[in-house]
């Protein structure tokens, strides 16, 4: 089993829809969580921490359940420019980053 | 600089020969991290480097695989014997240290083996 588990889509959704992705993560120790995106044939990018209270950046929001082990990614009003895979991240203790597979987006006109 | 940056962005090698790929990190960043993504894939961890601390050498696919970092600075990846399986872009990021810090990645090293 992956450490982390995402669906890989992709998630076809028009402008200005909401889109949810959810992501599984197998390890109880896992301590902190991100969402990072990424383009095509580009470098990860780190989007946003995710935090045990939940967090929101302008049309992103983010969340964590511990219980269940899984975090989720909303993205409101979807806009072109959001079209990417999105990268689900944790970490146990020191450990280096461990990255799921990623999600990919494709935000239609 | 201001990123972390890799070089070569690209390099084509003969199968049985061995490379080296550099990254700068960002200035004062005391980790720093090597992945490498194959086509379609995922992010596969490699190794990390956290200060003076013995690296984690943890995620190294077999013994052709080495790593150094000099002065807490400058790491080289080596890749000794190349395989066509080795073929994949090879990224590097930098972290403030491991805390609950984001890492910045540099653009990556497409490494192709023919």
């Known amino acids: 089993r992956k450490e982390v588990e995402q669906d890989p889509g992709p998630f076809n959704v028009p402008e200005g829809a909401t889109v949810a992705f959810n992501c599984t993560y197998s390890n109880s120790a896992s301590q902190s969580f991100f969402w990072y995106r990424q383009d095509c044939r580009k470098e990860p990018k780190l989007l946003m921490s995710?935090?045990?209270s939940g967090n929101e950046d302008g049309r992103f929001t983010a969340q964590l359940n511990r219980a269940s082990q899984y975090i989720s990614l909303l993205i409101r009003d979807s806009k072109l420019s959001d079209s990417a895979t999105y990268l689900c991240?944790?970490?146990?203790?020191?450990?280096?980053?461990?990255f799921g597979s990623g999600t990919r987006l494709q935000v239609q006109p | 600089g201001a990123g972390v940056s890799q070089s070569p962005s690209n390099k084509v090698t003969e199968k049985g020969k061995d490379v080296e790929l550099r990254c700068d990190p960002i200035?004062?960043?005391?980790?720093l991290y090597w992945y490498r993504q194959s086509l379609g894939q995922g992010l596969e961890f490699l190794i990390y480097?956290?200060?003076?601390?013995?690296?984690?050498k943890s995620g190294l696919p077999s013994d052709r695989f080495s790593a150094e970092r000099t002065g807490g600075s400058v790491s080289t990846l080596t890749i000794q014997r190349t395989q066509q399986e080795d073929s994949a872009v090879y990224l590097c990021?930098?972290?403030?240290?491991?805390?609950?810090?984001?890492?910045?990645f540099g653009s990556g090293t497409r490494l192709t083996v023919v």
């Open positions: 991240v944790v970490r146990q203790g020191r450990r280096a980053l461990t």
């Open positions: 995710v935090y045990s």
């Open positions: 480097f956290q200060g003076n601390s013995a690296p984690d």
């Open positions: 200035s004062g960043h005391t980790a």
């Open positions: 990021a930098s972290s403030l240290d491991t805390g609950n810090y984001g890492y910045t």
